[in-house]
């Protein structure tokens, strides 16, 4: 949760060119929700309330968290970065070899 700020500047910076996907290995939908809201990210977050056994982690190959992606308006992914330190240089990387649409 120590990333959130970061996330959500680079969420706002790179709007229209890309989105932050994450995944909830969450298995409480109530506390999604409220960590959403209480943290004011308001990136798409996927969610089934399962775990890593859920459909949604097993689909993403989630070994652990944080998960972070980066696709662009396609849903091609650009980036799955380790940490949020790490998205803004492997964003700009993607963006600049993505055709502009």
Known sequence: MEEVPLLKTLNAKYAGR?????????VSLPRV????????????QLADGKGFD??????YRIQGTP???VVDRTGRLLAR???ADQI???LLEAL??????
């Open 18 to 26: 890309a989105v932050f996907l994450g995944i909830s290995v969450d």
């Open 33 to 44: 929700d409220s960590t959403l809201k209480s943290k004011g990210m308001t990136w798409l």
């Open 54 to 59: 859920g459909q949604i982690a097993r689909a």
């Open 67 to 69: 998960e972070l992606f």
């Open 81 to 83: 970065p380790g940490s």
């Open 88 to 90: 803004e240089a492997r």
């Open 96 to 101: 600049s070899r993505a055709p502009e649409q």
